[in-house]
């Protein structure tokens, strides 16, 4: 694919979760697909494979939420394999706070698929409002 399909695509993506719609995330995760969160909070580490991404980060994460997380694609760009989004993320965790943090997510892409995502956020609003994954 070309940097220009690259980025369509993740534009797609972030258009879904605008609408706080995961499965066009999912669907583009390929099968070995990696997510590294960034920091030291109890999320931050490495996610290898989609069926890890899915059980041990989407599924924790997803449980605290009263609705999927919207995210906001303010920028969008690509270079080569590399995509890189910057979003803001709005959510409600079921204790009523608010969840509206900004990323940064790092996507390498190959053949169509997302390969790798290194993620990038305020660790310190994780930290106070999310509860540790493992802990529901």
């Known amino acids: 694919m070309t ?28 099968d070995d697909f990696v ?3 960034t920091g030291s909070t109890a999320w931050s580490g490495e996610y290898v494979g989609k069926a890890d991404v899915l059980e041990r980060l989407m599924k924790p994460l997803h449980r605290q939420f009263t609705a999927p997380t919207s995210l906001t694609a303010s920028r969008i760009i690509a270079e080569g394999d590399y995509v890189v989004a910057e979003c803001r993320g709005n959510a ?5 706070e608010l969840y509206a943090n900004t990323y940064c997510f790092v996507i390498r892409m190959a053949d169509g698929k997302l390969r790798e995502l290194t993620e990038y956020m305020d660790t310190a609003l994780v930290e106070r409002v999310l509860r540790p994954p493992g802990s529901q």
């Open 35 to 37: 997510w590294r969160i």
């Open 92 to 96: 409600t965790t079921l204790t009523g």
């Open 3 to 30: 940097v220009t399909d690259n980025k369509a695509l993740i534009q797609d993506i972030m258009d879904a979760r605008a609408r706080r719609d995961p499965n066009p995330f999912i669907a583009a995760m390929a």
